[in-house]
Structure formats: structure tokens, C-alpha cells
């Protein structure tokens, strides 16, 4: 293997964090296309989240975030299936993330199930109200991407990452996920605001 192979896989491990093993597996599918292999890992941890759905998280922490005005805070509930994942300092470091996020973005729900059946129904009354003369197919269609981008707004997970618009938070739990090996989910959340 040569040293332009060796740079990739070590830049995709600092960048991902995923084992080395991992990396080298994600670049030779991906023809040793980083942005390829990234998104290679991150389905492998959506499909190691999907094996290990049954799983129990029992571990975890409360991590907190406070702005520096002082003026805006948010508490996250990160849980792990083991104590070794929940004292590690990058999964501390994902759950002052997620609460940094909760701060700046503000999010009311953790995901679209988390939504009550009333609240989703009337939403999608009012994304329906001005496209009641298009036939009922394209009604539907134009529904759904309105209310998955209502969703980016108000769900936590369906949020994009602050740090980077074209990852969602979903994907980066599955990155530390795939990372770790394990299933992390958050519990809950809240935010505080002087100014509300």
C-alpha cells in the first residue's frame, strides 16, 4: 500500500473516528473517494443502529451547555448501552455538541414521532391550504417536503449539525454509533432562555 493510501485512511479515521480497519474498508469500496467513504461510514452506523435497536441504553450522561451571555442554556440526556462508551471524553464531547445545538437551534421535539398526532395533523392543514386546486398526488408529494422541512426546523434530530449544514444530527449520533460500536440515542432535552 502506498503513502498517498496510508494519508487517506489516516485523514478518514481523524475526520470520523471510525477503527482504522473501517476506514480502509470504506475507501477501497468508495475507490478511495473521501467524501464517498464518509458517507460509507455513516450508513454502516445507520445499519449497526438498525441491528442494535432492541438494545438497551441504561448508560449515559447530562451534559449542559450555557452561552457565554449567560443567557441561553440547554441540557442533554445522552444515553449508551455501556459505563465504558458513557465515561469516554469523545462521547462527552458529542453530548456538549448536542446541547451547544439545543442552545443554538432550538428545537421543540427530538423527532417527528415525538410529535402529537393533533399537532402533525393541524401542520399539515396549514402546509395544505394554498395547493388545494393541484391534483391529489402532487398534494401529497408537495405535503411530504413541506413537513420534512418543518421537521428540520423543530426536530432535534432531523436538524442540520450547526457545525456543518450538510450533515444532520442523526448522522452524527450514528458516526460516534459506528465510532463506538454501540447504540447512543438521546433521552431528552431542554433549553432555557433569558429572552423568552
Known amino acids: 500500500m502506498n503513502q498517498e493510501f496510508l494519508e487517506k485512511i489516516k485523514k478518514l479515521r481523524e475526520e470520523t473516528g471510525a477503527p482504522i480497519g473501517k476506514c480502509r474498508e470504506a475507501l477501497e469500496k468508495e475507490n478511495w473517494d473521501l467524501d464517498k ?5 455513516r450508513k454502516i452506523g445507520e445499519s449497526l443502529l438498525e441491528k442494535k435497536k432492541e438494545k438497551e441504553t441504561k448508560n449515559g450522561i447530562i451534559e449542559g451547555y450555557i452561552h457565554f451571555n449567560g443567557r441561553v442554556g440547554a441540557l442533554v440526556e445522552l444515553l449508551s448501552e455501556t459505563d465504558f462508551v458513557a465515561q469516554n471524553p469523545e462521547f462527552k464531547k458529542l453530548a456538549h455538541e448536542l446541547a451547544m445545538q439545543v442552545a443554538f437551534m432550538n428545537p421543540l421535539y427530538l423527532d417527528l414521532e415525538s410529535v402529537s398526532a393533533e399537532v402533525l395533523e393541524r401542520k399539515k392543514q396549514e402546509l395544505s391550504e394554498d395547493i388545494q386546486d393541484k391534483p391529489e398526488k402532487v398534494r401529497q408529494e408537495i405535503i411530504e417536503g413541506r413537513l420534512k422541512k418543518w421537521a428540520e426546523e423543530i426536530c432535534l434530530l432531523e436538524q ?10 442523526r448522522d ?15 433521552r431528552r432535552f431542554a433549553r432555557l432562555s433569558r429572552d423568552e
Open 160 to 169: 442540520p449539525y450547526f457545525k456543518d449544514e450538510n450533515l444532520k444530527i
Open 172 to 186: 452524527l449520533i450514528n458516526e460516534y454509533a459506528n465510532k463506538f460500536g454501540e447504540k447512543i440515542e438521546v
Open 37 to 41: 467513504a464518509k458517507i460509507y461510514l
